[in-house]
């Protein structure tokens, strides 16, 4: 018998967090999607705190136009910008047990072009 979808990427989730943690100096940026929406953090794990958040339920993001890939490379130049102004230069990309493809690829490549390093 198979994993379930689920377990699958919650098994993957797993072993990334083993070895990737957000530090002050290179916060996380972890991505979360759901069916709908899809959300990003930096997180700094040694305090346990969110520094910076951006989704596409975000009041500015929210009546945005596209398909749910073009959101999320608006939402990934939001966090960017977000980073920016919080003193944020460069994050260690978590993609949460999802493949580096589609919503998730889109909104790294957001953040890069508008200046996150990772």
């Known amino acids: 018998?198979?994993?379930?979808?689920t377990e699958r990427r919650?098994?993957?989730r797993r072993?990334?967090?083993k070895v990737s943690s957000g530090t002050a100096e290179r916060p996380r940026l972890a991505?979360?999607?759901?069916?709908?929406?899809?959300?990003?953090?930096?997180i700094d794990d040694v305090a346990g705190t969110t520094l910076v958040a951006a989704s596409s339920?975000?009041?500015a993001l929210a009546d945005a136009?596209?398909?749910k890939t073009e959101v999320a490379n608006l939402v990934g130049k939001a966090i960017a910008d977000k980073a920016k102004e919080a003193g944020i230069e460069a994050v260690a990309f978590d993609r949460g047990g999802n493949l580096y493809h589609g919503r998730v690829k889109s909104l790294a490549e957001g953040a890069r072009e508008a200046g996150l390093k990772f």
């Open 57 to 59: 339920r975000d009041k």
């Open 10 to 12: 919650q098994r993957i």
């Open 31 to 42: 991505v979360f999607r759901s069916n709908s929406e899809i959300y990003a953090q930096i």
């Open 65 to 67: 136009k596209g398909t």
């Open 15 to 17: 072993r990334i967090r």
């Open 1 to 5: 018998m198979g994993l379930s979808k």
